[in-house]
């Protein structure tokens, strides 16, 4: 009987030293798997990665704000200072007009009641079609196709025949639409609440993917990866195809605007003229983030002597641009460019190389820059507040030609063939001709 009580309680013993012998050797295998992955990070990140070796020349169209254009040759001034035609609208054009082949699209209004888009014919101005929004827009409208995708401050999205203006299907986000609709291999991208993926043709949901208290600044994409700047100024590269996150990290400063892209360099723009490059195609491994912060505690309590790896994804920071705000305008394949608003109220456009941040070339411009550029053949285009356009040469920034439209302009105009169509933010849209050389 005596053998038989003790038989339970020798099992037990067995199975509670098995116990403790597995929860030993797991955290013996954690610590030493932490232990690793620091000394990889160690080895492998506490430096930037060295500038590229090659010459990066493709170019590349991936805009902050993107105003379409069919015409792609160099542009001289307008053959005279008078406007082809001028249309009246009688409140402000804040955003930039866009156009396809047929049709100029307008959105006109600053309140929920006269927030409205327009489509009009580019010969003439005269409008074709007008759609009552009924909520402020602050983006351009995305054409993709036949439809053309508009955003609402109140978080509608809403998909619209660009021949006839019918609306083909409408959505609501979860806040405020932050940014043109991005569309590729037909999936339509926005950042509202969090960043989604939609059929274009329907606006079913793909996937969603929350960020840190929603999507702030328009989105941008290349490389199968979407780039996204969220509210808590923390960036995230998320993958198109299935809408998982690849890397994110705090920026240092408070972001001014979205993304530029330039081949693998994604690059963001903010207070006091500071600027950040990631390595687009940058990946995260698991638990890094873990490790980096205890690195950095560590570092500072004098534990350790070496400092903290710099993120996954690093290439270069510029801090030397100065001014009130940069507002990052988009990328080529060797540089990205930048509005740069002063603090007495003047303003730069500056490029900055792909392989280390280094200033290629600045232009002045007596008033702020718009919010956004167009990219011409060899050329890139801006506005300025007091109303005047500038052409300024990728390559060295010379400036080709600078227009005087006659009315203050908060963005970018559009071109159609060599009309230089410009809506200002006293509620006249305006054409002029261009020449060819």
Do not use: C
């Not at 698991?286 to 560590?298: G, H, I, N, S």
């Not at 570092?299 to 030397?320: A, D, F, H, M, T």
């Not at 890139?380 to 439209?405: K, N, P, Y």
Request: proline share 6%.
């Amino acid at each position: 009987m005596a053998r038989s009580s003790n038989a339970p309680t020798s099992a037990a013993a067995r199975r509670h030293s098995l116990q403790r012998k597995t929860v030993f050797w797991l955290g013996i295998t954690a610590v030493l798997w932490i232990a690793g992955v620091s000394v990889w990070n160690t080895l492998r990140l506490s430096l930037p990665p060295p500038s590229p070796t090659t010459t990066i020349s493709a170019r590349e169209t991936q805009h902050v704000v993107q105003p379409s254009s069919v015409f792609l040759e160099p542009l001289t001034l307008p053959t005279s200072t008078g406007a082809v035609w001028t249309q009246t609208f009688h409140q402000p054009l804040i955003v930039p007009p866009v156009v396809d082949e047929h049709r100029i699209y307008v959105v006109v209004g600053r309140t929920s009641d006269d927030t409205r888009v327009v489509a009009a014919r580019p010969e003439t101005g005269e409008p074709i079609w007008t759609l009552p929004l009924g909520s402020v827009v602050d983006h351009p409208a995305t054409i993709a196709g036949p439809l053309l995708y508009v955003g609402t401050r109140s978080g509608r999205l809403l998909a619209i025949e660009a021949a006839t203006g019918i609306v083909r299907w409408s959505l609501q986000m979860g806040a405020a639409v932050a940014g043109p609709a991005l569309v590729r291999d037909g999936t339509l991208y926005v950042g509202s609440s969090d960043l989604a993926a939609l059929d274009a043709a329907t606006g079913k949901t793909r996937w969603r993917h929350k960020v840190g208290n929603g999507v702030a600044w328009p989105i941008a994409m290349d490389h199968d990866v979407v780039v996204v700047l969220a509210a808590d100024s923390h960036f995230y590269l998320v993958s198109a195809g299935n809408g998982k996150r690849r890397l994110s990290f705090p920026l240092w400063f408070s972001p001014a605007g979205g993304s530029a892209i330039s081949q693998r360099v994604v690059a963001f723009a903010g207070t006091r003229g500071m600027v950040q490059a990631i390595d687009l195609q940058g990946t995260e491994i698991p638990f890094e983030k873990a490790v980096r912060w205890w690195r950095t505690r560590l570092y500072l309590w004098e534990v350790i002597n070496s400092p903290p790896p710099v993120p996954r994804g690093y290439l270069w920071q510029q801090r030397k641009l100065g001014g009130a705000t940069a507002r990052a305008l988009g990328g080529d394949g060797a540089a990205t460019y930048y509005a740069v608003d002063e603090e007495t109220g003047g303003g730069r456009v500056v490029s900055l190389a792909n392989g280390d941040g280094h200033v290629n070339w600045q232009a002045m411009t007596r008033s702020r820059v718009g919010r956004s550029a167009v990219f011409l053949a060899d050329l890139i285009v801006v506005s300025s507040q007091s109303g005047s356009v500038h052409a300024f040469e990728i390559a060295t920034g010379e400036r080709v030609w600078q227009f005087d439209v006659g009315h203050p302009l908060s963005a970018a105009p559009a071109f159609f063939g060599d009309l230089m169509i410009a809506g200002s933010t006293d509620g006249s849209l305006s054409a002029f001709r261009l020449a060819s050389p």
